[in-house]
């Protein structure tokens, strides 16, 4: 059997047809009102509770800096996370096992616009809970903003980036949709309540250093540095940058090596056919 070859297209033609499936996947998203309120509504509802029972009290681990002050980074880093990981990767799972990815790539649309539009999907969805937070933050408990607006970017920016490639990456090894669900949130609300997510950790403890080796612990130290408002204190967390990048390069060749297209078997059904897997 031999590979189709796709024909040559420009860049704004490549940029039209992202765009366009981007607006179907916008529009998927908002057409499942219920799915749409828990995906956007859950860090705001956390962030409303933690920060009416933290009220004007402060931190020792942070020197004196408002827990709340604390809290609306922390919440940012897991929109975007939660966005890009957790529902990402259920997402990739379950359009993989209903068959959807293979009839997709056997329609017009590239292959990797589509992928582009999926990824761009998250994305949106994580602006706009940036944005939602912000003004909560802001607006509702006086938090500052962030002092080197520049930094803020940079972090959130790699920050999704990797998570988007560790979303897809996570997805390739899970075997069914029924699994999709439990398995990602198990591994993403265990690293959250290691990595500080709900409560401030000590730099040196051995819970930061055990939390060190995961990139939830990097994308929330990176998103609060911007925040921190002690004198002196840079809002460039390069390390932590740093760390999420790798991440991101590591799993993106682990998503690129095992993708694949159709469904797997998982039970003692007919064998399926060979698939050629997708290698960028």
């Known amino acids: 059997m031999t590979a189709v070859v796709e024909p040559r297209r420009s860049a704004a033609s490549y940029g039209r047809m992202i765009a366009r499936q981007l607006y179907f996947e916008q529009l998927n998203f908002w057409l499942n009102p219920l799915a749409a309120v828990f995906t956007l509504g859950f860090s705001v509802v956390f962030l409303v509770l933690l920060g009416s029972s933290a009220g004007n009290s402060t931190s020792s681990t942070l020197g004196g800096v408002r827990v709340i002050q604390y809290y609306v980074p922390g919440f940012l880093a897991y929109g975007v996370m939660s966005t890009c990981f957790n529902s990402l990767a259920t997402s990739l799972v379950v359009r993989r096992e209903m068959g959807l990815l293979k009839r997709l790539r056997l329609s017009p649309l590239p292959t990797s616009a589509m992928l582009a539009a999926i990824c761009a999907n998250a994305l949106v969805i994580s602006f706009i809970q940036i944005v939602v937070l912000l003004l909560i933050g802001r607006l509702g408990y006086g938090v500052h903003?962030?002092?080197?607006?520049?930094?803020?970017v940079v972090a959130?920016?790699?920050?999704?980036a990797a998570f988007t490639a560790i979303g897809m990456a996570m997805s390739t090894l899970i075997p069914n949709q029924e699994a999709a669900g439990p398995v990602v949130s198990i591994v993403f609300?265990?690293?959250?309540?290691?990595?500080?997510?709900?409560?401030p950790i000590k730099p040196h403890s051995g819970l930061a250093q055990i939390s060190s080796y995961f990139p939830i612990r990097h994308m929330i130290v990176a998103v609060f540095a911007p925040f921190d408002s002690r004198p002196g204190v840079s809002g460039w967390a390069w390390g932590d940058v740093g760390a999420l990048a790798i991440w991101g390069v590591v799993a993106a060749v682990v998503a690129a090596r095992r993708w694949s297209w159709a469904p797997r078997r998982t039970g003692g059904g007919p064998s399926r056919p060979a698939t050629r897997r997708w290698r960028g």
């Open 145 to 152: 903003m962030p002092h080197n607006v520049g930094a803020l």
């Open 189 to 199: 609300f265990v690293l959250l309540f290691l990595s500080g997510l709900w409560y």
């Open 156 to 160: 959130l920016a790699v920050g999704a």
